[in-house]
């Protein structure tokens, strides 16, 4: 893996020499646009809208419009708007994990210690894993500020980039239903609910989207008709509420008693 990020973190008066790699990376088809006609591929210019000409990326700067001109930041002035955030994680505060809401998780990113940085990292670690907290930390990554976690997975330290506050929209905007459920419903789909709750085992979800895709590009290379699944969901009637959770119970109860 190669580091997206070098600098410390910190905790009180404790500073920790580490590097910062991306925790999780994309997994999708390698996919390019072409022109229907000709399948020719479809290229982006960088051009300039007033000569009308491609720029190379060396020439390109990065301009905030303030009365009709623009201030040309480079990257030195990035790191100046806050020297300290740009070379440092600083947990402010910590807070028990089951207090962030899940919406608010974005990215993890997982963090290795620089030289001399071996024991107080390995400190940090053992302290957050025994009082089960999670750090709230900010830095500056991108010339953008990030709210983040610091925790840990699988033996490392793992930040997690949150969003903040006023990233969230509020969902009062949505038309939300009113509609009235019994308490006889309410205790059949907790009874559901209970049917179906295991230990969570993240290595058993499998994402097959992209083999199913790749099954279609293959058939469609070959001349052969693809098999399409059909699917229709349609919304269950209120008035079948009750039918559709007793059978999904027993649904479940046959499939547990097979396995």
Do not use: C
Not at 64 to 72: E, F, M, Q
Not at 149 to 163: E, S
């Amino acid at each position: 893996m190669r580091s997206i990020w070098n600098g410390s973190i910190s905790f009180g008066l404790v500073s920790i020499p580490i590097k910062m790699y991306s925790g999780s990376e994309e997994r999708k088809l390698d996919l390019d646009m072409l022109d229907r006609k000709d399948h020719g591929r479809i290229r982006y210019k960088r051009v300039n809208e007033i000569t009308g000409e491609e720029v190379e990326w060396k020439d390109i700067v990065k301009g905030y419009l303030k009365d009709d001109a623009y201030i040309v930041l480079e990257d030195e002035d990035f790191e100046k708007a806050n020297m300290k955030k740009s070379k440092t994680i600083d947990i402010e505060e910590f807070i028990k994990e089951e207090d962030v809401p899940d919406v608010l998780f974005k990215k993890p990113y997982f963090l290795e210690p620089q030289k001399g940085g071996e024991k107080s990292y390995n400190l940090l670690k053992k302290a957050l894993l025994e009082t089960d907290k999670l750090g709230v930390a900010t830095f500056v990554m991108r010339a953008k500020e990030n709210l983040s976690l610091v925790g840990v997975y699988k033996d490392a330290l793992v930040l997690h980039v949150i969003r903040f506050a006023d990233e969230m929209r509020d969902p009062a905007e949505l038309k939300l239903p009113d509609a009235k459920v019994s308490k006889k419903e309410v205790d059949m789909a907790k009874s559901l609910i209970e049917q179906y709750t295991e230990k969570f085992d993240f290595e058993k979800y499998k994402d097959i989207y992209n083999e199913q895709l790749i099954k279609i590009i293959e058939s469609k290379t070959s001349g052969k008709k693809p098999k399409v699944e059909k699917f229709d969901s349609k919304p269950t009637p209120a008035k079948d509420l009750m039918a559709q959770l007793k059978a999904s119970l027993e649904k479940k109860k046959k499939k547990s008693k097979a396995s």
